[in-house]
Nanobody, 124 residues
Framework: QVQLVESGGGLVQAGGSLRLSCADS????????MGWFRQAPGKEREFVAA????????YHADSVKGRFTISRDNAKNTLYLQMNSLKPEDTAVYYC?????????????????WGQGTQVTVSS
């Protein structure tokens, strides 16, 4: 069973940085490809980034490419999202998710387990 808990959100000024973490309390973290999604008020959930189970393959949405980096540490059962050069439009609740698929996935329907979300607010 996968149980995901996000942390690291908060309030930051535009141009600043945050690192989100997503910890899995289960013992099967390394079997799952992982992803980050976000949802702003009044908007649909949006794909941010994904990583394969081994970490060898990653994909970032165009809106965050060059600013955000997804990574994972399977020894620590933890997924990360390093967010640099933050913009007010990055303000959202950020969710991590796990999929049984071996490679990365962009569709939220492809994910089997979700965390509760962490709020990121970027002030201008």
């Amino acid at each position: 069973q996968v149980q995901l808990v996000e942390s690291g959100g908060g309030l930051v000024q535009a141009g600043g940085s945050l690192r989100l973490s997503c910890a899995d309390s289960g013992r099967t973290f390394s079997r799952y490809a992982m992803g980050w999604f976000r949802q702003a008020p009044g908007k649909e959930r949006e794909f941010v980034a994904a990583i394969s189970w081994s970490g060898s393959s990653t994909y970032h949405a165009d809106s965050v490419k060059g600013r955000f980096t997804i990574s994972r540490d399977n020894a620590k059962n933890t997924l990360y999202l390093q967010m640099n050069s933050l913009k007010p439009e990055d303000t959202a609740v950020y969710y991590c998710a796990a999929t049984i698929l071996s490679g990365w996935a962009k569709g939220d329907y492809e994910y089997d387990y979700w965390g509760q979300g962490t709020q990121v607010t970027v002030s201008s």
